[in-house]
């Protein structure tokens, strides 16, 4: 079945970590973005990706990195910089241009101990 | 300030009330968007309505551009209804990009 699968989806860091998260879509779409939801709060862009090789930072985009190596996988690391990674990050994937398309994946919980 | 805001934050229902969520956003939009998210944090696209009103079983919306709000209707709820409503806009300075409220949590009892 098509869809999004994020990995994993509970994962804990210690503090002074980078780790990655990884995001796969079988769906065909050409652009994938990465969301943050903190408890209580609406879902926040971190980067975005409308194209192969090519990426643009989103509303929170500080101590996040991403890569774009193949249509299909869009994986996002948070690093040491990120100050309060603690947080319910969403992938997701849309066609180019009509992201009125978007879909979600089922999210990965990171918290740092 | 808020550019897209949610009303009412909270919500809790009796199984088979109706209901209505409230979006107003700061600027003009060209596409405007519902989501939920369920208890899991799945988050299914409900409606793609810059203008105009769609129904889809027993949720409808509506969006007057001109008056930069958007309606969510749930009908005769049910306990599945039960989770986070997101309305979500793109505009013309942020083409390919979502920008998300803070959502209304809906709670439907038995």
């Known amino acids: 079945d098509g869809g999004i699968t994020q990995s994993p989806k509970y994962l804990f860091r210690k503090e002074g970590q980078n780790v990655t998260l990884s995001c796969e879509q079988n769906?065909?779409?050409?652009?994938m973005y990465w969301y943050r939801q903190d408890p209580g709060q609406g879902l926040r862009l971190i980067y975005y990706?409308?194209?192969?090789?090519?990426?643009q930072k989103g509303d929170i985009a500080e101590g996040y990195s991403v890569s774009r190596e193949k249509k299909e996988s869009f994986p996002l690391t948070v690093t040491s910089a990120q100050k309060n990674p603690t947080a319910f990050y969403l992938c997701?994937?849309?066609?180019?241009?009509?992201?009125?398309?978007?879909?979600f994946g089922e999210g990965s919980w990171l918290t740092v101990v | 300030g808020i550019q897209v805001e949610q009303s009412p934050p909270d919500l809790i229902l009796q199984e088979g009330a109706n209901s209505t969520l409230r979006c107003n956003f700061s600027?003009?939009?060209?596409?405007l968007q519902w989501f939920h998210q369920n208890p899991w944090g799945q988050l299914i696209n409900l409606f793609y309505?810059?203008?105009g009103t769609k129904q889809n079983g027993r949720l409808s919306a509506t969006t007057v551009a001109t008056e930069r709000y958007s309606l969510l209707y749930i009908s005769s709820s049910q306990t599945t209804d039960s989770g986070v409503y997101f309305c979500?806009?793109?505009?013309?300075?942020?083409?390919?990009?979502?920008?998300f409220g803070a959502g209304t949590q809906v709670v439907v009892t038995p």
């Open positions: 997701a994937s849309s066609d180019r241009g009509s992201v009125n398309t978007i879909y």
């Open positions: 769906l065909n779409h050409d652009a």
């Open positions: 990706s409308q194209i192969v090789n090519d990426f």
């Open positions: 600027d003009s939009v060209n596409n």
């Open positions: 309505i810059p203008s």
């Open positions: 979500a806009r793109e505009t013309t300075d942020s083409w390919g990009k979502l920008q």
